[in-house]
């Protein structure tokens, strides 16, 4: 199994920046994609983009241009850099990663909350 944590999720106004960064743990072999999703309130939980482990990349239409994922993996940690945030792009933000051999999210993270107000 894998350990996921997020961090950096706070308040910001429209307009501004967050970097979100999510710590892997435990079986990190098995996994061959890590995702950010989130999810408002009365809403479903929704992919915001994820990357392979051969660095493919994948974004939401809603979040094209504005946000940037990223992997280090000598820190076993994948990023969402949030630039130009709107007020929808409010919500709890969970990393995601998906094993070898399978189709949907294997471990969640406990999610980390973006709030986007003025």
């Known amino acids: 199994q894998v350990q996921l944590v997020e961090s950096g999720g706070g308040l910001v106004q429209p307009g501004g920046s967050l970097r979100l960064s999510c710590a892997a743990s435990g079986s990190i072999f098995s996994i061959y994609v890590m995702g950010w999703y989130r999810q408002a309130p009365g809403k479903q939980r929704e992919l915001v983009a994820n990357?392979?482990?051969?660095?493919?990349?994948n974004y939401a239409d809603s979040v094209k241009g504005r946000f940037t994922i990223s992997r280090d993996n000598t820190k076993n940690t994948v990023y969402l850099q949030m630039n130009s945030l709107k007020v929808e792009d409010a919500a709890v933000y969970y990393c995601g990663a998906r094993y070898r051999g399978t189709t949907t999210v294997g471990s969640w993270g406990h999610g980390t909350q973006v709030t986007v107000s003025s």
């Open positions: 990357i392979t482990n051969d660095g493919t990349t």
